[in-house]
């Protein structure tokens, strides 16, 4: 078991030592300074074959300080945040802003752009878990896969669980902290009949323990996942519709933030440059974030810059309505940051939702991806190609499973090709989405 943490304690702690770095900052002649500082603890304990493998207590704590001298900029970091740290750190900073060319860009968000409202979002919920029963947990969601009939072995159950504080402040006298924490509770097993043998996984994930599966239900939900597999075939060749389930819908969502990302716009390296306004999917289909949600995955009142996050919408109405930009990759695009420092925060689709099966029987023959394996994707052309696995999907019902091709395509043209969502949404990360149907993509298979 861990020292209790004490997260009102740790957060004021954090909130002073942030306070003392732009106070020596100022004195050492920085124009503006930003300071980020963290500590976090948790417990994770693995299980395997009904034996515990490893058992994880971890606190983590750390200081970031950037300092701005005219319009040169320099950052240091340490994973120690102490007073004698600080004064390490910031010296640190000073030197390095030195020895850096000027960047027009460099600086602090605007100070009239400032989160000026905190409110609670529900994020902090501690878990008073003990070592014994994090692992008596987890065996109970391994126990409850490997009961299940044609089930060979276990790769594992594990228990996460954590919480920390984060604080940020810079020198327009802005300070933002926020306490939170994060549980989790997966299972991953192997089945094998006279074809071979097969492994898959479920989890579990949410803010509060409470929110959590059963342990059970998890680990019988991870046995169906992995005997599905069993008997699995290489699919035909060809141009077909691929359904991505709502797991891999979610990577796509994560491909597209990614080419509207400043930093990638401003660097050229993204294939939707200069895109706003452009239609990028059907007209039915619209991508908001929503930061400031109850108990979000990702919620937070502020963003890295300390700019008070917003509603943004960036597909409305199938058109690109705003790229995700930073303030300093704001300033390099010549536009205003939209709040999204550290990226986006709690992505919701609104879009016409249909069952799966009525997925399945508009695609009438494809495949179902529940796999993908590899990192093929280039941000810049927008291409796409990824391993897969899955099911065959024949007369608009699953047939058997698949496994060892290819599925390849651009993603501009996948975009625009998007033909249904499902109503089958995962809830489980930032990112909220069901089944993606793609109408034609290229399948490589026997």
């Given at each position: ?162 919480e920390g504080v984060r604080v940020y402040a810079n020198s327009h006298g802005f300070l933002g902290s926020q306490r939170g924490s994060r549980h989790s509770l997966s299972c991953m ?129 199938g058109r690109l309505a705003s790229y995700m930009l930073s303030a300093y990759s704001a300033r390099r695009l010549g536009m205003e940051t939209t709040g999204n420092a550290g990226g986006a925060r709690n992505l919701r689709l609104s879009a016409p939702l249909e069952s799966q099966e009525a ?88």
């Amino acid at each position: 078991m861990t020292q209790a943490f004490d997260a009102v304690a740790q957060q004021s702690l954090l909130e002073t030592r942030a306070e003392a770095a732009l106070a020596l900052a100022r004195r050492l002649g920085a124009d503006a300074c930003e300071v980020g500082a963290s500590v976090d603890q948790g417990v994770g304990v693995n299980v395997r074959e009904g034996e515990v493998e490893t058992v994880e207590l971890s606190r983590d704590q750390g200081i970031a300080v950037t300092v701005y001298v005219g319009q040169r900029k320099g950052s240091a970091s340490s994973t120690d945040a102490s007073e004698a740290s600080i004064q390490d750190v910031v010296e640190k900073a000073m030197a390095i802003a030195r020895y850096t060319g000027e960047d027009p860009a460099s600086g602090l968000a605007p100070a009239e752009l400032m989160a000026r409202e905190l409110p609670d979002l529900d994020v902090h919920h501690p878990w008073a878990l003990s070592t014994e029963e994090a692992v008596e947990l987890a065996l109970a969601c391994e126990n409850a896969g490997r009961g299940q009939a044609g089930i060979r072995s276990s790769d594992g159950a594990g228990l996460s669980s954590g919480e920390g504080v984060r604080v940020y402040a810079n020198s327009h006298g802005f300070l933002g902290s926020q306490r939170g924490s994060r549980h989790s509770l997966s299972c991953m097993l192997i089945a094998e009949d006279e074809h071979g043998m097969q492994r898959d996984y479920d989890y579990t994930s949410a803010r509060d323990p409470r929110e959590l599966l059963a342990p059970e239900a998890v680990g019988e939900s991870a046995a169906r996942r992995t005997l599905r597999r069993l008997g699995g075939q290489r699919p035909a060749t060809g141009r077909m519709p691929v359904l991505f389930d709502p797991s891999l819908a979610s990577g796509l969502v994560g491909s597209f933030l990614s080419a509207i990302a400043g930093g990638a716009l401003y660097r050229q390296s993204s294939f939707l440059c200069d895109r706003l306004g452009d239609a990028l999917f059907p007209e039915w289909f619209s991508l908001q974030e929503k930061p400031r949600l109850m108990r979000g995955m990702a919620s937070s009142a502020f963003d890295g810059d300390g700019v008070a996050t917003r509603d943004n919408v960036f597909i409305d109405q199938g058109r690109l309505a705003s790229y995700m930009l930073s303030a300093y990759s704001a300033r390099r695009l010549g536009m205003e940051t939209t709040g999204n420092a550290g990226g986006a925060r709690n992505l919701r689709l609104s879009a016409p939702l249909e069952s799966q099966e009525a997925l399945l029987a508009r695609m009438d023959r494809g495949v179902l991806v529940t796999e993908l394996m590899g990192q093929g994707v280039n941000g810049v052309t927008g291409d796409y190609s990824r391993g897969a696995a899955g099911f065959w999907v024949e007369n608009g019902r699953i047939q058997h499973p698949v496994e060892e091709f290819t599925i390849a395509g651009n993603l501009a043209t996948m975009f625009q090709g998007l033909v249904g969502v499902g109503d089958d949404i995962d809830t489980r990360g930032s990112v909220h989405t069901g089944s993606w149907l793609i109408d034609e993509m290229t399948v490589a298979g026997s």
